[in-house]
């Protein structure tokens, strides 16, 4: 199926964005109209698709800014739904919530997807797609979410919003677990990460091909979205070797995701725009802090540099 049939959009470059800054992080601080107006200048020079990832002041202020300043932007819109059941399979912390816990945050779900509907009703002409959660039913998820759960979920917001939905996760469970959610959703959005999967550069292209193919081929009638690719920069070898991330590497990886998504007209959203220092460990080679096609202080990566750049 052709993403023009779901989207009625025709096929562009998508990334992933998230602005937080040097000393910012979700919930304590955000970055301010003029950071994420900064931000979106970079970002609409290179890509027209933009996934957001919750409905929090930060995304209000990404579509106020697309809004107020007119830039050519399309965003998938996404409700981040937090555990609701514990998950003894998660290695840093996701088997420790206690019952009152567990019934807040799905509390604070609905209001997520109540959001979720009342923006994509405010901003219908720049949101273009809905996501109800992020990587909340792989086995090692520190937000578990029951797939009949994410099912109501996405029924909801079929029920308020005019736009396509979907739910993104890893590529693995929608192979088996969330066959009964395939059904449900109007396109199926899956990630691959080659690199935290110990595939090398010479491997790391096919794999994410194997990985698309895997899905689309067992959802034959079903749009397949890839919400997230990429390939991190710096490692302090947890979880992924440091020979296998770098500048150079990353650039080779990106360069050839983008020549066959846009050969096969895939919806790819690559992960992602910026580097997130506030995310993962202390240490200043975490892997989830150096994803990012741009630094954090916004410049360009071997990736994005023209011939000549210095």
């Given amino acids: 199926m052709n ?26 601080n955000d970055p ?33 800014v697309i809004e107020k300043e007119k830039l050519p932007l399309k965003v998938m819109l996404g409700a981040y739904i937090n555990a609701e059941e514990n998950n003894p399979n998660c290695p840093w912390g996701g088997n420790d919530f206690s019952e009152e816990a ?33 990587e909340a039913s792989v086995d090692w998820t520190d937000h578990m979410v029951a797939v009949s759960q994410i099912i109501y979920y996405v029924r909801q917001v ?26 449900e959703v109007d396109f199926i959005s899956i990630h691959t990460y080659p690199v935290w999967e110990h595939k090398t550069i010479h491997e790391g292209m096919e794999f994410t091909k194997q ?21 991190a920069t710096e490692s302090n070898g947890y ?4 020979d296998n991330v770098n500048d150079d590497v990353q650039k080779i990886y ?16 690559v992960f992602e725009a910026f580097d997130e220092p506030w995310k993962g460990s202390d ?8 994803w990012g096609l741009y630094t954090v202080d916004r410049a360009p990566k071997l990736a994005m540099q023209p011939i000549g750049y210095k």
């Fill in 283 to 290: 240490d200043p080679k975490e892997p989830e802090k150096h």
């Fill in 102 to 134: 567990l019934a807040s945050n799905k509390e604070q779900n609905h209001q997520e997807v109540d959001e979720l509907v009342r923006l994509a009703n405010r901003y219908p002409a720049i949101i273009f797609s809905l996501s109800v959660g992020n």
């Fill in 32 to 64: 301010s109209y003029e950071q994420v107006k900064e931000d979106l200048l970079i970002v609409q020079a290179n890509w027209t698709y933009v996934r957001l990832y919750s409905c929090d002041s930060h995304s209000r202020t990404v579509l106020e």
């Fill in 211 to 231: 990985n698309y193919d895997n899905v689309a081929n067992k959802y034959p009638d079903k749009l397949v979205v890839i919400t997230e690719a990429g390939w």
């Fill in 254 to 269: 990106y360069k050839a995701l983008s020549h066959w998504s846009t050969s096969q007209s895939i919806l790819t959203f």
């Fill in 158 to 183: 079929k029920k308020g919003a005019k736009q396509p939905v979907t739910f993104c996760e890893n590529y693995v469970p929608w192979l088996d677990k969330l066959e009964p959610l395939a059904h």
């Fill in 3 to 28: 993403y023009t049939d779901v989207f009625s959009m025709p096929a562009a470059a998508a990334v992933c964005y998230s602005g937080y800054r040097e000393g910012q992080q979700p919930g304590i």
């Fill in 239 to 242: 979880g992924i070797p440091q």
